[in-house]
């Protein structure tokens, strides 16, 4: 391999304000070509002589982050031409055909991470996964401030890239199972990525990095605390009376969630049980409905057509985007009047919204359920392995399990 590399300032392509376009010289077989590496320098910010940006620059937020950006650059000209080579194509390449194949852009496909993630935040929009597609906005935002707003490859996410990042965030105060969803869900678009062919799990990062996750503490109450909530009378039909309903709903339905909660119409509800899709997973359920429950629905359901919904949160059901909305809003009203709630009642534990999922779990195996049937919630690092179990069990047995606790 007659390769040579020189990071520098393209002098030939100087900017307005005095600037040069920051490249890697790549030397191959005695023809040249510049990989640009998206970053425009004034000659004091750069040490020409290591082929470094000195720490004294102010032109981005990490110095350090960034040299160790370019190194991995350079190393990466490297191993792409080592594999051509082994491969028996570099000979038959042009200098432009290498250029693309180290900037990931191969002969069919050069959709970069960035653009990926916004075509997968895109679709779930268009399929009214609004809750979904926040979650992968997020991490996309949390990427682009880590890179400065770069855009990279797939191909360039490694180990080190991964471990940077979670070093990044951690000194920036980001908690770690905040950390931990934004790489989920990288992990997650990186796996569709896969699917689709722009990657190889060849050099898949996520095999030997370890995610990192708190366990998160414990927010189930005692059925004692329940009994507190249902004796709890605030003024009817304020914001106060909806809370404690809708919390002691979601206990009396296997822990139900908002957002599910807000999507129920009468419909739903047949023959003394409740039918729903979970929009999460995407998992169907089916629930028996006891009679505590029941008062509950016959509270909401007067004088409503069955294509109605059950509870008062959603206003705009023809316009999906004002809906999640108006869901995002009444799940902000609903916490913080649990809140409230919490602090009348003097419990040592503040309800939320993830309170009555966690007591239906810890309750049940209270009542001497197997773990086989209910996994405590919150000894989960992934609430979806408990949904999971619950759902491969016979609706008899969890029916079985639900009488035991609401008797």
Do not use: C
Request: hydrophobic residues 35%; proline residues 2%.
């Amino acid at each position: 391999m007659s390769l040579t590399t020189k990071v520098l300032l393209n002098k030939v392509r100087k900017k307005q304000d005095g600037s040069y376009p920051l490249v890697i010289r790549i030397t191959y077989n005695r023809k040249v070509i510049y990989l640009p590496l998206g970053y425009t320098l004034q000659e004091s910010d750069f040490d020409a002589r290591n082929q470094r940006i000195k720490t004294s620059s102010k032109k981005v937020d990490s110095v350090t982050r960034l040299n160790n950006q370019i190194a991995s650059e350079v190393k990466n000209v490297f191993s792409v031409i080592a594999k051509l080579e082994d491969e028996d194509k570099a000979a038959i390449m042009t200098m432009t055909e290498i250029k693309k194949a180290i900037l990931g852009k191969g002969t069919e496909n050069n959709t970069t991470v960035f653009e990926f993630i916004e075509a997968i935040i895109s679709n779930l929009k268009s399929v009214g996964k609004f809750g979904n597609a926040r979650i992968y906005k997020d991490s996309l935002n949390a990427w682009k401030n880590f890179r400065n707003g770069k855009d990279l490859h797939f191909h360039q996410i490694t180990h080190k890239t991964l471990k940077d990042f979670e070093r990044f965030f951690l000194k920036r105060g980001s908690k770690e199972n905040t950390i931990s969803v934004y790489l989920r869900t990288f992990r997650s678009a990186y796996n569709q990525a896969v699917n689709e062919g722009l990657t190889t799990k060849e050099n898949y990062p996520f095999d030997k990095y370890k995610i990192p996750s708190n366990k998160t503490r414990k927010r189930a109450v005692t059925l004692d605390v329940i009994s507190m909530i249902e004796a709890y009378q605030p003024e009817p039909y304020t914001r106060l009376w909806n809370s404690k309903n809708y919390f002691l709903f979601s206990f009396y339905t296997r822990g139900m969630n908002f957002i599910d909660m807000a999507g129920l119409k009468l419909e739903n509800i047949v023959n003394g049980r409740i039918f729903y899709t979970r929009q999460k997973t995407g998992g169907e359920f089916t629930v028996k409905i006891h009679a505590k429950a029941k008062a509950i629905i016959d509270l909401y359901s007067k004088d409503k057509k069955k294509t109605d919904y059950l509870f008062p949160i959603i206003k705009s059901p023809n316009n999906p985007s004002q809906a999640f909305t108006e869901i995002k809003n009444g799940l902000n009203y609903f916490n913080k009047a649990l809140k409230t709630i919490s602090k009348y009642l003097e419990l040592d534990v503040k309800l939320s919204t993830y309170v009555a999922r966690h007591t239906y779990a810890t309750g049940l195996k209270m009542h001497g359920m197997s773990t086989e049937v209910i996994k405590e919630s919150l000894g989960h690092t992934n609430v979806a392995i408990t949904e999971d179990y619950l759902k491969s069990f016979e609706n008899s047995v969890v029916d079985d399990a639900d009488n035991a606790l609401f008797g």
